[in-house]
Nanobody, 126 residues
Framework: QVLLVESGGGLVQAGGSLRLSCVASARTFSNYVMGWFRQAPGKEREFVAAINWSGGTTDYADSVKGRFTISRDNAKNTVYLQMNSLKPEDTAFYYC???????????????????WGQGTQVTVSS
């Protein structure tokens, strides 16, 4: 069992920045692909970004590419999502997810991930 705890959400004006963090309880954190997803009211959960075990491979949704950066620190069992130039349409609940590297074949698919955090709210005002 892997517990994931997100932090860093909040209220920010359009154009502002936030950094989300997700700490994992896994003893072998580097065995996991880490992803960020988000869900706005009335919408399905959608892929935001993901990073492989070493940090050498990342992927982003088109809607956040160039504005968001995912990174990880395996020594701290932590994955980050730096969000810049935030827009009102980025408003959502943001979830951290972990999937075993040996079984994740598609960063974008929620079903690829084995563990999920409780989420943190991000609200961007116009």
């Amino acid at each position: 069992q892997v517990l994931l705890v997100e932090s860093g959400g909040g209220l920010v004006q359009a154009g502002g920045s936030l950094r989300l963090s997700c700490v994992a309880s896994a003893r072998t954190f580097s065995n996991y692909v880490m992803g960020w997803f988000r869900q706005a009211p009335g919408k399905e959960r959608e892929f935001v970004a993901a990073i492989n075990w070493s940090g050498g491979t990342t992927d982003y949704a088109d809607s956040v590419k160039g504005r968001f950066t995912i990174s990880r620190d395996n020594a701290k069992n932590t994955v980050y999502l730096q969000m810049n130039s935030l827009k009102p349409e980025d408003t959502a609940f943001y979830y951290c997810a972990a999937g075993r590297s040996s079984s994740v074949s598609d960063f974008w698919g929620p079903s690829q991930y084995n563990y999920w955090g409780q989420g943190t709210q991000v609200t961007v005002s116009s």
